[in-house]
């Protein structure tokens, strides 16, 4: 039921994926009368309750217990599916995670694949969480790091920290103490990245920030790639530090965007996404 | 002495506004045997030093007196020249012309005029300084309304606080913190806006944050800009919060760009800056 185009692009976009993936199930969750005559390997699980656009996602996500959001992390708990999928809220999602699948951190985070001009990266947190600890920035990376092997197929990726020079003392008081803690990790770490570092790329594979400075940053881009008429710069998010593969699409999907997030889904399952974040959150319990 | 193409991008830049504007007088400063033959109305001030881009800023400006970047700024504190004009390294301008003229608030703040789609509109604080609390969020937010009145022409300009959404209780503590001291302030604040609002624009002519994030946002931009092969994010910086007109351009600057800030100082000078901040940050100590 999720995104603008909702529940028309959704069907659509799981009709395409499993069109495309000869392995991929697909289950809809939504009132089951909108998807009636469906193919093999798509299901529907009923749940009778949305939580709206409007509405203040960590207060409606906790009212509505059958909302379609709770559900989908229901059977990914429950081993009924191997990820979530959701397109729209990023917050709705953050809290029916939490709630239900529990966390591998104190803060989870939004991880976003940026299509930068040298290559992809990962910018995390694009936005769970605002205010952070340096400790919170050596989670962050860990888990993005995790993330860069699984999503990007690298070894080893290359950390960055985002700051506001490329120097060591560059930043504010949390970037400083933050830059010690990177140093000192098992990561491997490049040290600061700038701005335009992250739509530019090459300078790192995963760059690490706050939830508010790297929100303000991706929609930054994303406006200044609109204003300049570039083709836009998509980007899929997955929730990192929950226990449990969970993916949110833009609000604005259309077909192809939502497969897209479903084949996403699915890559990031079967390459061992979980396993690889327990792996890296192991090694900073032993480096610390 | 300051940018990539100097002596001659700046050589260069100055003939071309005297010969655009018949009422500026422009003072070069630096080897004087780099300048020989001059029209009237532009002069040379002899300094002997320079800082590189490679020093550190805050320490060779205080260490090197007869810098250049420091002469221009006692010309402007003894009556000699009625603006500084600076390319390259804006934390050099920052520490010459706190140390040379003294401050009007706590913490100056980097004002750019950002081209947006809608209509160009302030940004500030582009990286004067990256810790800031609500208290300095609300005085960055008078010394861009008085900017944006004198530079775009405004009355009243609207001022947008940057952050992650658009209702009130959006954002880090900061921000949350500065919502409050916004809205019971005498300027015109019409709430939160997101990243995406300062290339777009429309939604506020004064876009108030902390240097940190401030520095992060255009640097994202001008490199989403460059990624969708765009025209450039064509910026022009000005110190606000010090007692005197300083302005910073870009370190890559060609001789139309040293023009344009020179006719940009000569702009905000012949608006009455000053006297603006001045009484734009007097309406804040009645209002306080």
Same mark, same amino acid.
């Not at 999503?151 to 008081?173: F, I, N």
């Given at each position: 039921m999720g995104g603008d185009d909702a529940p028309a692009a959704v069907l659509a976009g799981a009709l395409l994926a499993v069109s495309r993936d000869a392995e991929l199930e697909v289950v809809l969750v939504g009132p089951p009368e909108l998807a009636p005559d469906l193919p093999d390997r798509v299901t529907v699980v009923a749940a009778s309750e949305v939580v709206g656009m409007d509405e203040e996602p960590a207060r409606a996500v906790r009212a509505k217990r059958d909302a379609t959001v709770r559900v989908i992390h229901r059977l990914v708990r429950d081993g009924e599916a191997d990820a979530a999928v959701s397109i729209g809220s990023t917050g709705?999602?953050? !809290?029916?995670? +939490? $709630?239900?699948? =529990?966390? $591998?951190?104190?803060?989870?985070?939004?991880?976003?694949?940026?299509?930068?001009?040298?290559?992809?990266?990962?910018?995390? &947190?694009?936005?769970?969480?605002? &205010?952070? !600890?340096?400790?919170?920035?050596?989670?962050?990376?860990?888990?993005?790091?995790?993330?860069?092997?699984?999503?990007?197929?690298? !070894? &080893?990726?290359?950390?960055?920290? /985002?700051? +506001?020079?490329?120097?060591?003392?560059?930043?504010?008081? /949390?970037?400083r103490d933050a830059y010690?803690?990177?140093? =000192?990790?098992?990561?491997?770490?490049v040290g600061n990245v700038e701005g335009y570092d992250v739509p530019l790329g090459g300078k790192a594979d995963v760059v690490v920030t706050d939830g508010f400075t790297g929100n303000v940053l991706l929609k930054g881009m994303e406006g200044a790639d609109a204003r300049a008429g570039g083709g836009g710069l998509p980007v899929s998010a997955v929730l990192l530090g929950v226990d449990g593969v969970s993916v949110v699409g833009h609000g604005f999907s259309d077909p192809e965007a939502v497969a897209g997030c479903l084949e996403h889904a699915a890559r990031v399952v079967r390459e061992g996404l979980m396993a690889r974040l327990r792996e890296r959150l192991t090694v900073r319990e032993v480096a610390s």
């Open positions: 709705a999602v953050l !809290t029916a995670a +939490v $709630l239900t699948l =529990g966390r $591998l951190t104190p803060r989870p985070a939004v991880a976003v694949i940026v299509p930068a001009l040298a290559g992809p990266l990962v910018l995390l &947190d694009a936005g769970a969480s605002s &205010d952070c !600890t340096a400790e919170q920035l050596l989670s962050h990376a860990q888990l993005g790091a995790a993330y860069a092997e699984v999503a990007l197929g690298l !070894t &080893d990726p290359a950390v960055g920290l /985002l700051s +506001v020079g490329s120097e060591p003392g560059k930043g504010d008081q /949390l970037r010690l803690l990177l140093e =000192g990790s098992a990561l491997r770490f």
